[in-house]
């Protein structure tokens, strides 16, 4: 609370009661309470503003989803360094291409296949191991 630990907040209760007295500290207590109850009033009734305002359609947002405690940079460049660049030939792509291949050359599918298989570019690893090198990424310099 306000970055201050137990030993702190042990010292101000002590050097209030030294400095008000015991004869004026229920009174200051009472203000506070009041005042606390004040401020927490006038949270929600803001809060209740800002819904009203807003409409509807905004009740079931989830705005916990975009507090910014809780990214991790680490784990976004780790996802950012895992996910597949958008050249990367796809399975699909490499299938159509080497019945291509086969039909233009002559060869048959079987050979079309085990060609691609020998040229084809190797993906990367869904897994996080922190004891492989990173990549050299040539589009990311």
């Known amino acids: ?6 030993w702190e907040m042990v010292v101000l209760v002590v050097l209030a009661v030294v400095v008000l007295g015991p004869e ?8 506070l309470a009041r005042l606390v109850v ?7 009734d803001a ?20 507090d910014p405690r809780q990214y991790d940079p680490r784990r976004i460049v ?3 360094l895992l996910e597949p ?6 399975v699909g792509a490499t299938a159509v291409g080497t019945a291509a291949t086969a039909g233009a ?9 085990d060609d691609a298989a ?17 990549p050299y990424d040539i589009e990311a310099t």
């Open 47 to 66: 809060k209740g503003q800002i819904k009203d305002q807003m409409g509807p359609e905004f009740e079931d947002i989830n705005w916990r989803q975009y």
């Open 105 to 113: 050359t002559g060869m048959s599918a079987q050979d079309a296949d």
């Open 38 to 44: 004040r401020v927490r009033d006038m949270a929600n």
């Open 78 to 80: 780790r996802e950012a």
């Open 1 to 6: 609370m306000l970055g201050m630990n137990g």
């Open 85 to 90: 660049s958008p050249g990367a030939t796809a």
């Open 24 to 31: 004026r500290m229920p009174e200051y207590a009472a203000k």
């Open 118 to 134: 020998a040229h084809a570019v190797p993906t990367r690893s869904t897994s996080y191991d922190p004891d492989l090198a990173v």
